[in-house]
C-alpha cells in the first residue's frame, strides 16, 4: 500500500512498480524452469522402468518360451495327445502367458507416466500470490 507521506514522484513509484512487477516475471520463469526440470525427471524415471520391463518381457520370451513350450508339449504327448497339435498348442499357451506378463508390466509403466502429467502448480500459486501483491500496491 501506498504512504500518503511517500515523497517519490508519480514517475518513480510506477518504474518501481514496473521492476518489481518485471521480478516478479523473472521469478517466475525461473520457478517454471526448475518445476520442468522436476517433472522431466520424473518422466525420464518412468521410461527407464517401461524399457526395463520391455527388456524383461523380450528375455521371459526367449529364455521361457522354449523351455516351457518343449515342458508342456512333453507333458501333453504324455496325456495323448499327437506331438504336432501338443507342440502347438503349448507354443499358444506359453505364447499368452508371458505376453500376459510384459502386457501387465508396460501397462504399469504407462500408467505412471500418464498419472505425472506436467503441471505447473507451485508456479501457478505463485502467479496468484503475485497478482494479489501487484493489485495491493497498484490500490
Given amino acids: 500500500m501506498l504512504d500518503p507521506r511517500d515523497d517519490r514522484s508519480l514517475s518513480d513509484l510506477m518504474t ?15 520457478l517454471a524452469k526448475a518445476e ?3 517433472n522431466l525427471n520424473r518422466a525420464i ?10 527388456i524383461f518381457a523380450i528375455a521371459a520370451v526367449g529364455v521361457l518360451l522354449g523351455a516351457v513350450v518343449q515342458g508342456l508339449g512333453a ?8 506331438e ?13 502367458v508371458v505376453g500376459l506378463l510384459a502386457w501387465v508390466m508396460i501397462s504399469r509403466s504407462l500408467a505412471r507416466l500418464g498419472n ?7 508456479t501457478t500459486a505463485s502467479l496468484h500470490r503475485d497478482l ?5 500496491t497498484v490500490r
Fill in 16 to 30: 518501481g512498480l514496473v521492476t518489481d512487477i518485471a521480478g516478479f516475471f523473472r521469478k517466475e520463469i525461473d
Fill in 36 to 38: 520442468a526440470g522436476e
Fill in 45 to 54: 524415471g518412468s521410461i527407464e522402468t517401461l524399457v526395463v520391463g520391455l
Fill in 75 to 82: 507333458f501333453l504327448i504324455a496325456q495323448g495327445m499327437q
Fill in 84 to 96: 504336432a497339435n501338443a507342440d502347438a498348442l503349448s507354443a499358444a499357451v506359453v505364447g499368452l
Fill in 116 to 122: 505425472r502429467s506436467v503441471r505447473f502448480d507451485k
Fill in 132 to 136: 494479489e501483491v501487484a493489485k495491493e
